[in-house]
Every structure is written in structure tokens, then in C-alpha cells.
């Protein structure tokens, strides 16, 4: 069974820091590409980066240079370095293997969800 779980999530101020991780089971995690994505007041869904099985990452633009996505095969984990968080960054972040916001947060290979909250 295809399990994610995110955790990591809180509360943080403007120009703080948090770090997301993302546990993952029942699939070849070296194979798959990762990803987060996040849903926000302004958009449901919200590509914020993705990681290749040989490590190539990719950002949105208005996260790079601030989030840094990594990758522990022996430990079947992604992560999500969050730093100078800004107030837009509130939202609830999910990890997905190989997915896109086609798949609308359903299904096994997206996890449940970390809220993060941002303060000015």
C-alpha cells in the first residue's frame, strides 16, 4: 500500500524558517519523482517543487532561492527547506509522487497534508 505523510508543518514569522518532511512506503521511492505542492487562499493547487530520481529539482518562481527540495533514498523521505517564509506562503502543503494538481490532492500518491502558517 502507497502511503505519504507530511510532517513539519506550524506556525512561523515573516523571515523564519520551517522544514517539511515527507515519509513515504509501498513503492520504489528511488524511482519516482517527488514533489509538494500547496493550496493557498488565492489557489487551490500550487506546483512549489519536485525532485527526479537523479536528483534534478525544479521551483516555482515564487519560491526559488528561499526553498531548497531534497531527497533520502535509504530513507524513502523528501524534504522541504523552508526559509525567509513570507505571510503567502500560509497553506497546507502536500507531498506527491509523480502527480500534478490534475490529481486534486486524491488518491494514494499524495499524503494528507501539513498546514503552515505564516505571520507578518
Known amino acids: 500500500e502507497v502511503e505519504l505523510a507530511e510532517s513539519g508543518g506550524g506556525s512561523a514569522q515573516a523571515g523564519g524558517s520551517l522544514r517539511l518532511t515527507c515519509t513515504t512506503s509501498?513503492?520504489?521511492?528511488?524511482?519516482?519523482?517527488l514533489g509538494w505542492f500547496r493550496r493557498t487562499r488565492e489557489k487551490e493547487c500550487e506546483f512549489v517543487s519536485t525532485?527526479?530520481?537523479?536528483?534534478?529539482?525544479s521551483y516555482a518562481d515564487s519560491v526559488k532561492g528561499r526553498f531548497t527540495i531534497s531527497r533520502d533514498n535509504a530513507k524513502a523521505t523528501v524534504y522541504l527547506q523552508m526559509n525567509s517564509l513570507q505571510p503567502e506562503d500560509t497553506g497546507v502543503y502536500y507531498c506527491a509522487a509523480e502527480e500534478d494538481c490534475s490529481g486534486e490532492y486524491v488518491g494514494p500518491n499524495w499524503g494528507q497534508g501539513t498546514q503552515v502558517t505564516v505571520s507578518s
Open positions: 509501498g513503492f520504489s521511492f528511488d524511482e519516482r519523482e
Open positions: 525532485i527526479t530520481s537523479d536528483g534534478s529539482t
